[in-house]
């Protein structure tokens, strides 16, 4: 069965390093996006992508870079993790007939 | 741009009671899909249902219904006889232009259910 994995689930990192969450999908999707989640804030698009070697910024992209070298994947990094990216992040992709899967999320603390 | 509110921050029912969770949008797209989710404390994303905007009618499944008023650009949620197990945060989200484009989320209704 096609399917989104996000990893790790749960990652804590010291202010300062660099930190790069994985999205991996198998279902084929052009479209990739990467968003936070925050109490009173619902979800917020970080960066998104709708096929090979395209990159978009979103709603909150300072701090954060993705990359798309192939279908599967578009890793997420933080180039020097804050206190402030402490958040819930969750990884999606869609396809205009199907529409949008998610991944379970990466629990990620900046200490 | 696009805006989805969600006013309500934080709603708490007794079982059996009927409860309506509000949505209003903001686009300037003639196409687009509106969308929610329940968000379990489990915390996994969990589809509930997509609108186009071409669409108004509204639609039930189970105890679950919507209205969509194009009129008053909201998308109203609606649960019938509440249970515990309904207790979750629910979004309502928007994708302007074509179903598989960027998602924008409210801020989510957190739902709290009593027994």
């Known amino acids: 069965d096609a399917e989104i994995t996000q990893s790790p689930r749960h990652k804590i990192t010291e202010t300062g390093r660099q930190v790069t969450l994985a999205c991996h999908q198998t279902?084929?999707?052009?479209?990739m996006f990467w968003y936070r989640q925050d109490l009173g804030h619902g979800l917020r698009l970080i960066h998104y992508?709708?096929?090979?070697?395209?990159?978009n910024k979103g709603e909150v992209s300072d701090g954060y870079s993705v990359s798309r070298s192939n279908t599967e994947d578009l890793p997420l990094t933080l180039e020097s993790a804050a206190s402030s990216q402490t958040s819930v992040y969750f990884c999606?992709?869609?396809?205009?007939?199907?529409?949008?899967?998610f991944g379970s999320g990466t629990r990620l603390t900046v200490v | 741009a696009q805006k989805v509110t969600q006013a309500q921050t934080e709603i708490s029912v007794v079982e059996k009671e009927d409860v309506t969770l509000d949505c209003v949008y903001e686009?300037?797209?003639?196409?687009?899909?509106l969308f929610w989710y329940k968000q379990p404390p489990s915390g996994e994303l969990v589809f509930l249902i997509r609108r186009n905007s071409f669409d108004e009618q509204n639609e039930i499944s189970g105890r679950y219904s919507w209205n969509f008023q194009k009129s008053t650009s909201s998308f109203n949620f609606t649960i019938t006889a509440s249970q515990v197990v309904d207790s979750a945060v629910y979004f309502c989200a928007l994708s302007g232009g074509w179903n598989g484009n960027k998602l924008v989320f409210g801020a989510g209704t957190i739902l709290r259910v009593k027994s």
């Open positions: 279902w084929n999707h052009n479209n």
């Open positions: 992508s709708y096929g090979v070697q395209d990159t």
């Open positions: 686009t300037r797209d003639t196409t687009y899909y």
């Open positions: 999606a992709s869609s396809d205009a007939n199907y529409g949008y899967t």
